[in-house]
């Protein structure tokens, strides 16, 4: 059973930076797409960022945080990255990191993940 477990979320200023970490574990295979949400409570879950490991990994990102954030995997810890980068008040929220198998998809969906880790908080304050 694949399993996410993120951590690195916190609080820090306008203008500042963290990295939050989605380590995977229980999937041997090299072919899945781990993706970033983030939600505000009432609100939508919001696709952030998506990478799909393969050999190549290409990246896509939701426009309001192009340019800010980068998304990137470490194969050999099998560890996915989300660089956030001039964080604004307006990125506050629960940060997950998702996990499915297949490639096929809108990646910025929330129903098409089949797996979930339990959330690390992000606070910027002005």
């Known amino acids: 059973q694949l399993q996410l477990v993120e951590s690195g979320g916190g609080s820090v200023q306008a203008g500042g930076s963290l990295r939050l970490s989605c380590a995977v574990s229980?999937?041997?295979?090299?072919?899945?797409?781990v993706a970033w949400f983030r939600q505000v409570t009432g609100k939508e879950r919001e696709g952030v960022a998506v990478?799909?490991?393969?050999?190549?990994?290409?990246?896509n990102y939701a426009d309001s945080v192009k340019g800010r954030f980068t998304i990137s995997q470490d194969n050999a810890k099998d560890i996915v990255y989300l660089q956030m980068s001039s964080l604004k008040p307006e990125d506050i929220a629960m940060y997950y990191c998702?996990?499915?198998?297949?490639?096929?998809?809108?990646?910025?969906?929330?129903?098409?993940?089949?797996?979930w880790g339990q959330g690390t908080q992000v606070t910027v304050s002005s």
């Open positions: 998702a996990a499915t198998l297949a490639y096929a998809g809108h990646w910025n969906e929330a129903h098409e993940y089949n797996y």
């Open positions: 990478i799909y490991t393969s050999i190549a990994g290409p990246t």
């Open positions: 229980g999937y041997t295979g090299s072919r899945k797409r």
